[in-house]
């Protein structure tokens, strides 16, 4: 595919309005709607993340430059891979992982992960996945599906109360709306074939729909010999579902035991009270749930 013949930089133009953008300097977001709109960021951007991997973003739809590579999800991914590094074999399972930034960024840190089956149901995002992940050397699969605790169909939503006339969509903020007509595939974690049941490393990003998808992998998670869990708490995805991201730290703590730890601080954080009690509820968190005992024996099938 044509489209699909990256360029080993982006256009100057476009570097130059992401670094006035950055600075708050007024009209650089108008000139990046110009070069979106006028074709100029067509061709997608060939980045390297180091040790040995790289991405192509097509940055006409993620308009990732080189700082915002550098500097996505840092925090966390330090200290994500500190802990993987002590694991070996490890199988990554990333849900809602758009083009692969986050597997391969991780990868990169880590080398010990040798497979990654990363989940995107969105189908501009899921095509640049496969392109990424099919460049790699270690067995690596895309799958075109929404996951969560059942198989079906579905579609992806938008929270409508927060768009507005002058603010572009954002395919990040969307999320699964089960719906027999819905024109997507669910699925859920514990349907893997071939999954060894050795260390695992699972990323959720899905916009509400966590504890769902925990749900349907209470096996996978139960079974592994290590694990660790990273999901999202985010306020405004809090208040919009009703549920508090702590339930989503009960369901795996209920799996296997288990420690959390914020991301982005190395904050410890409990099951005993809210989640937004224990934490500021002005930002967004990243929790890493990780299993502090070997697998056992579970009820769960």
């Not at 002590?86 to 758009?98: E, F, P, Q, R």
Request: hydrophobic fraction near 45%; aromatic fraction near 6%.
């Amino acid at each position: 595919m044509n489209d699909l013949r990256p360029s080993d930089r982006a256009p100057l133009l476009f570097r130059v309005a992401k670094a006035l953008e950055r600075r708050g300097i007024r009209g650089s977001s108008r000139i990046l709607r110009s070069l979106q709109l006028g074709g100029s960021l067509d061709r997608p951007v060939d980045f390297h993340l180091g040790g040995g991997i790289n991405i192509v973003v097509p940055i006409a739809r993620n308009e990732y430059d080189r700082f915002d590579l550098d500097s996505y999800e840092t925090d966390l991914l330090d200290v994500l891979a500190e802990n993987v590094r002590k694991l070996s074999n490890v199988t990554l399972i990333d849900v809602g992982a758009d083009i692969g930034v986050f597997s391969l960024k991780l990868l990169a840190r880590a080398p010990c992960i040798h497979k990654i089956v990363a989940f995107e149901p969105n189908s501009e995002g899921f095509r640049w996945l496969d392109f990424n992940l099919n460049r790699l050397g270690i067995p690596a699969r895309a799958v075109p599906a929404a996951v969560a605790d059942f198989h079906g169909k579905g579609r992806l939503a938008k929270p409508e109360s927060r768009w507005r006339a002058d603010v572009a969509e954002s395919h990040t903020q969307f999320f699964l709306d089960p719906c027999p007509e819905g024109n997507i595939d669910v699925t859920t974690i514990d349907s893997l074939a071939g999954l060894p049941q050795a260390d695992l490393v699972i990323k959720v990003d899905v916009e509400g729909g966590e504890m769902a998808v925990l749900r349907g992998a209470a096996a996978t998670i139960s079974r592994a010999a290590n694990v660790i869990v990273v999901i999202e708490a985010h306020p405004a995805v809090a208040a919009r579902t009703g549920i508090d991201p702590v339930e989503c730290l009960r369901v795996l703590a209920s799996f296997r035991p288990m420690r959390f730890t914020l991301g982005e601080t190395g904050a410890s954080v409990g099951t005993g009270r809210g989640f937004f009690e224990q934490v500021a509820p002005d930002r967004i968190y990243n929790v890493i749930a990780q299993s502090t005992q070997d697998a056992v024996a579970s009820s769960v099938p």
